[in-house]
């Protein structure tokens, strides 16, 4: 298999070559029949000629193919290319974004250990951290993130990790990475960052002083709504320690096939990613001028509180927004979310399609939990056209 680095050498390449990442690197066609498109790898174990040959592979379990929830070539060149983009030495691939965070955190931290995380970070986060973790005496203080010194001033000498969300997934705000990131290395914690909303194409928080970086795959790097996955990237240390244990122990691995079909989705993956905040960018300014729109949160807006620090940290900005709705009451909200052709009724984002979730789908408005207004509607756009999606829009908020 061709090593991330020695093909860069071999290539003459520098790493900032993304086309070679999504459409070459790691593949080996010597071992698959020279066929184009590399097979998937469809089996749960190998075998070896001899027994010196399997102890050879039991020893080196984590990168020669021995057992599938180890490593299985299809997967492990998807690993490949996910390091690479992301900047890391290596990387894991989970079978969801959530199993990558869970691993990403129990990996470093044992009972009696703190743990400082931005509020309002996704959902299963904050239950993994609210919930789960307190059972195994690991506390965790949600914190305000937009101020780094927040950070600083929840720190106790027991906090093992800083864990980042930038931005998050439903009103976008920020954490400026490289302060968090000097904070933490001051003290000897560990930083990890959610970075799905932004893919390893529009921000590298490696670059920037963060230590780990989780995604879920499931969004952009798989982008077709049909494979859940998830990825954990880091430092060969950090990667390696995870896999001899939460990785091998909690089984959570994707299939090959499932592997295949997230290498299949990054050959695309540049050309979706621009093709959406192209035309969220125009959504979102459509949006902001439209007098049926209280707000629009979308980073690279100017109206947006965070937006010099969005501009500084991260190269664009993705096609997941959220707007509030000029309306004088929940039913309202729904007539216009009731009345789009165009953006399905989902969760989840990242795919071709574009999406819309109302918040008054989960928060009771009689009983607001103060945290999410009841007149806010996550929008994703998709690789639709974006001037049908802008139609499709005015004609709903007309409802409003
Ligand atoms: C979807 C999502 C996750 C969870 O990923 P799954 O693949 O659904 O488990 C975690 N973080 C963010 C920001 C997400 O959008």
């Known amino acids: 298999m061709c090593g991330y680095l020695s093909c860069l050498k071999r290539t003459g390449m520098d790493r900032a070559d993304l086309s070679f990442i999504l459409n070459h690197l790691g593949e080996d066609r010597e071992a698959g029949y020279r066929a184009v498109v590399p097979p998937i790898v469809q089996s749960g174990n190998f075998t070896y000629p001899n027994v010196a040959g ?42 969801s974004g959530s199993a990558a965070m869970a691993a990403g955190i129990l990996g470093f ?3 009696g250990d703190h743990i400082v995380c931005v509020k309002k970070p996704y959902s299963w986060t904050a ?15 949600f914190i ?35 302060a968090v990131a000097a904070i933490a290395k001051e003290r000897g914690i560990l930083t990890l960052c959610d970075n799905s909303y932004s893919s390893p194409l529009f921000q590298n928080p490696i670059d ?25 990237a880091g430092s060969r240390e950090h990667i390696r320690q995870v896999m001899a244990g939460e990785f091998m122990t909690l089984g959570a691995i994707p299939s090959p096939h499932d592997a295949w079909l997230v290498m299949r989705g990054l050959r695309t993956l540049e050309l979706r990613a621009h093709r959406s905040a192209d035309s969220a960018e125009k959504v979102a300014r459509f949006l902001e001028a439209h007098p049926k729109v209280k707000q629009v949160n979308w980073p690279f807006l100017e109206s947006f509180p965070q937006h010099g620090l969005a501009k500084r940290q991260m190269k664009r900005c993705a096609g997941l927004m959220s707007i509030r709705v000029a309306a004088a009451d929940v039913a309202a909200v729904e007539r216009f979310c009731d009345t789009l052709q165009r953006f399905l009724l989902a969760v989840s984002w990242g795919g071709y399609e574009s999406l819309q979730f109302p918040t008054a789908a989960v928060v009771d408005p009689a009983a607001p939990s103060g945290e999410l207004p009841w007149d806010l509607v996550r929008l994703y756009v998709g690789l639709e056209d974006p001037e049908v999606l802008m139609r499709d829009l005015d004609q709903a908020l007309a409802k409003v």
């Open 54 to 95: 399997l102890r050879a592979a039991m020893r080196q379990e984590f990168d020669r193919p021995v057992y599938t929830r180890g490593a299985n070539p299809t997967v492990t060149m998807v690993r490949r290319k996910l390091a690479a983009l992301e900047h890391a030495e290596d990387a894991l691939l989970f079978g």
């Open 144 to 178: 305000d993130g937009t101020n780094p010194e927040n950070f600083r001033k929840a720190a106790r000498p027991n906090t093992r990790m800083f864990i980042t969300e930038s931005p998050n997934s439903v009103t976008f705000e920020l954490q400026d990475l490289r």
């Open 208 to 232: 920037l002083g963060i230590d780990l970086v989780a995604h879920s795959g499931t969004k952009y790097l798989n982008g077709h709504s049909d494979v859940v996955c998830g990825v954990l």
């Open 127 to 141: 239950k993994l951290l609210g919930h789960l973790l307190p059972r195994f005496n690991v506390e965790t203080d």
């Open 109 to 111: 931290v044992k009972a």
